[in-house]
């Protein structure tokens, strides 16, 4: 289903892993934890993955998403994500294929196990 949507909207770390392999644009609702810890792992993410996205794309995104994981209005940051749609489709399926182009990990323990030998 995620494959056929062109935004995905998705809460869980399993469903973020698979929209992520969606190639679309997407939004993640991570459940909340004491302390605010998982806007700590939302801030860490985002870091990696506004990368390569241009600076006004950037901020679409995270406000939108900020805004989402802490009950904030949305529809501002919302109308900026779309003012910047093609960018973060592209953007979206170039991060799918570099995590494709990685090597998996049963694939990276051997090569570490051949680079240590």
């Given at each position: 289903l995620l494959w056929s949507c062109d935004f995905n909207a998705v809460r869980g770390?399993?469903?973020f892993v698979r929209a992520?392999?969606?190639g679309r644009p997407l939004l993640w609702h991570i459940y909340e934890q004491a302390d605010n810890a998982h806007?700590?792992?939302l801030e860490a993410f985002l870091t990696l993955y506004k990368?390569?996205?241009p600076v006004?794309?950037?901020i679409a995104l995270?406000?939108?998403w900020r805004a989402w994981n802490t009950g904030e209005a949305v529809a501002d940051s919302w109308k900026q994500l779309l003012h910047s749609w093609p960018e973060q489709c592209k953007h979206a399926e170039h991060w799918c294929l570099q995590r494709a182009s990685q090597a998996d990990l049963a694939?990276?323990?051997v090569l570490f196990y051949l680079n240590w030998l």
């Amino acid at each position: 289903l995620l494959w056929s949507c062109d935004f995905n909207a998705v809460r869980g770390e399993d469903s973020f892993v698979r929209a992520q392999w969606a190639g679309r644009p997407l939004l993640w609702h991570i459940y909340e934890q004491a302390d605010n810890a998982h806007l700590e792992k939302l801030e860490a993410f985002l870091t990696l993955y506004k990368e390569g996205l241009p600076v006004s794309a950037q901020i679409a995104l995270v406000d939108l998403w900020r805004a989402w994981n802490t009950g904030e209005a949305v529809a501002d940051s919302w109308k900026q994500l779309l003012h910047s749609w093609p960018e973060q489709c592209k953007h979206a399926e170039h991060w799918c294929l570099q995590r494709a182009s990685q090597a998996d990990l049963a694939e990276a323990l051997v090569l570490f196990y051949l680079n240590w030998l």
